[in-house]
């Protein structure tokens, strides 16, 4: 009877590893960013277990046919930044997706200001992976 119960805490403890590396992995989540250049929409997500899951809810929250999906690498940081109307009466965008959030917000303003002249870009969505 002993030895079947060693062989059962055993096997807990194996398990147990197993499910901490698992729980590890789910940690460092995968994320996208999702943004439709002609209506304006965006969405985002953020820490989930595979990248096809974090594209269909950035998709799903952008809420548009022409949303595009951009990756958010493990560990990494993500941010989309949008201009006001310019002269030409366009919005523009830039994203960038860096190492830590505050990379990530000042590329995404420097590229979106590329774009624009007459108006001032902001950061409108941002977030990190695990």
Not at 7 to 20: D, S, W
Not at 84 to 89: A, C, P
Request: proline share 2%.
């Amino acid at each position: 009877m002993s030895w079947m119960l060693c062989r059962g805490m055993a096997a807990a403890a194996v398990a147990a590893l197993l499910l901490g590396g698992v729980t590890t992995q789910a940690e460092a989540g995968f994320g996208a960013v999702a943004y439709d250049q002609n209506t304006g929409k965006y969405g985002a997500s953020w820490n989930e277990a595979t990248q096809s899951k974090a594209f269909e809810l950035a998709l799903k929250q952008c809420a548009s046919p022409g949303c595009q999906v951009h990756p958010v690498q493990p560990k990494g940081c993500g941010a989309l930044a949008l201009s006001g109307k310019d002269k030409d009466g366009h919005i523009y965008w830039g994203g960038a997706d860096r190492v830590t959030l505050a990379k990530a917000k000042e590329d995404a303003v420097a590229h979106c200001q590329t774009h624009t002249t007459a108006s001032t870009c902001t950061v409108r969505i941002f977030g990190c992976n695990k």
